[in-house]
């Protein structure tokens, strides 16, 4: 338990109709106690606070003049967000009100909280783990539906879950171990070593189902990268236009338009897509086009999808097939555009050529783009996969964990089929144990603690 009590501004600062300032900390009550006044004025003792009763007055300084009118409600520990006695007064949203009211909480014997401290408390005082705390701070910043249902099912423990039943397995599993070592009553059976290898190679695929989960989990939380290819007065631009629903990138027909890249971000079914129109792919002299053919190259290595756009209408020029070679076995959707036109193109050879699914497209009547928005989010979520019933692994600093758990475990399988002693096996069972701690909270060292709820917002 933290021993001192913090003050933050729990809404947005700046000026608005309500601001939310919070306390929390044993001496909440006392110092509401000095600073609220009853719809009569009189002052209210902290005994006579109800639990989770919202109370109409003032807030007054020490000389009783008013600073603001404004709603205050106590909630009593333990049943709080931190477990800890919290205040919450509801002012007028001025940035008066708010600077005064927070002077006269920290006068009365509170601090200002740090980033992200009322959640730090909250997973110190057992509230929450680690990867819920995290959880937190994805929600916050979800910037999509999908994005918010993944923070919400690891908000509710579901990692925690899946994380905790391998930990009990691979816990049991040592104990049986230890034991075996500290009674050898007889040489260990053969049996004995098969059941211990049965039992890491299934805590290898768990962890390895998780690990397959983060690309996917990376997407929902960061979003697609999407860029688009092509060759000049292709359509790239219209595209861009066609998925944004509005005239962001200058379309004519003159060759070159596009000579930097432009980047929008759109949500497609809750799918949030960063797409990038690039500048149009062509042997060029022009110094300044040449930078954006560039930069439209060293775009798609960065990918997570390239849209590869061909003109149906003509054939296959020198430039289309430089961009085919370029994307070196990159996850690809070919659209072949300008279909209002007669086509030339023939869509089985292009598909096999460029290895990706192919789609007809056209600007000018809209064929294709609703194909298009369908590609990208089955990209993430297909068949019957969505956020609503599958743990994603949507934080790096726990992929990193999983990755060297699972190494670990790879190291005590290899041990046991090399026959080295098994209490030399169960270092590596301890230290996999100790990287699935990491991602809960179990086994993090004071400093990463501070690191991770240093990047959460202030007031959370």
């Not at 996917?216 to 595209?239: D, F, H, W």
């Not at 659209?335 to 023939?346: G, Y």
């Amino acid at each position: 338990m933290q021993n001192d009590t913090v003050v933050a501004l729990a809404t947005p600062p700046g000026e608005g109709g309500i601001a939310v300032i919070r306390i929390s900390g044993d001496m909440s009550a006392r110092i509401i106690e000095k600073l609220f006044s009853d719809k009569s004025r009189n002052k209210v003792k902290s005994s006579d606070l109800k639990d989770r009763y919202f109370n109409y007055g003032y807030i007054t300084d020490y000389e009783g003049e008013v600073v603001d009118e404004v709603l205050m409600v106590y909630m009593k520990a333990p049943r709080t967000y931190t477990r800890e006695d919290i205040v919450e007064i509801h002012c007028h949203g001025g940035m008066v009100p708010v600077r005064r009211i927070l002077e006269l909480v920290i006068a009365a014997g509170a601090r200002m909280a740090e980033p992200g401290e009322f959640t730090k408390r909250a997973f110190l005082n057992g509230r929450i783990d680690l990867s819920q705390a995290e959880a937190v701070m994805d929600l916050i910043s979800a910037r999509t539906e999908e994005a918010a249902k993944a923070s919400i099912r690891q908000l509710k423990g579901s990692l925690t879950e899946k994380i905790g039943s391998l930990r009990e397995r691979l816990l049991n599993l040592l104990a049986h171990i230890e034991v075996t070592i500290d009674y050898p009553e007889e040489d260990i059976e053969d049996v004995f070593l098969d059941d211990v290898a049965n039992a890491l190679t299934a805590a290898r695929q768990e962890c390895r189902r998780l690990l397959d989960s983060a690309d996917q989990g990376r997407l929902v939380r960061e979003g697609i990268k999407t860029v688009i290819i092509g060759r000049p007065n292709v359509g790239k631009s219209s595209l861009l236009n066609a998925l944004v629903s509005e005239n962001r990138a200058i379309v004519t027909d003159i060759p070159g338009t596009t000579r930097d890249v432009i980047e929008e971000h759109l949500n497609i079914k809750g799918v949030l897509v960063k797409i990038i129109d690039t500048a149009g792919i062509r042997e060029t002299v022009d110094l300044v086009e040449k930078i954006g053919v560039e930069r439209s190259r060293d775009m798609m290595k960065e990918a997570d999808l390239i849209l590869f756009i061909l003109d149906a209408s003509e054939p296959l020029g020198e430039d289309d097939r430089k961009i085919m070679e370029w994307l070196g076995g990159r996850r690809a959707l070919v659209l072949l555009n300008k279909t209002d036109k007669p086509a030339v193109i023939d869509e089985a050879k292009v598909s096999e050529l460029v290895k990706a699914d192919v789609i007809r497209t056209s600007m000018v009547d809209g064929t294709g783009i609703e194909e298009v928005k369908d590609y990208i989010y089955n990209m993430v979520f297909s068949g019957e996969l969505t956020a609503d019933n599958e743990v994603f692994i949507t934080n790096t600093r726990h992929k990193e964990a999983l990755i060297r758990a699972d190494r670990h475990l790879k190291d005590a399988l290899s041990s046991i089929k090399a026959l080295v002693p098994l209490d030399i096996v169960t270092i590596d069972i301890r230290d996999a144990l100790d990287c699935l701690g990491e991602i809960t909270g179990e086994s993090l060292t004071e400093d990463l603690i501070d690191k991770i709820f240093a990047e959460f917002c202030l007031g959370k």
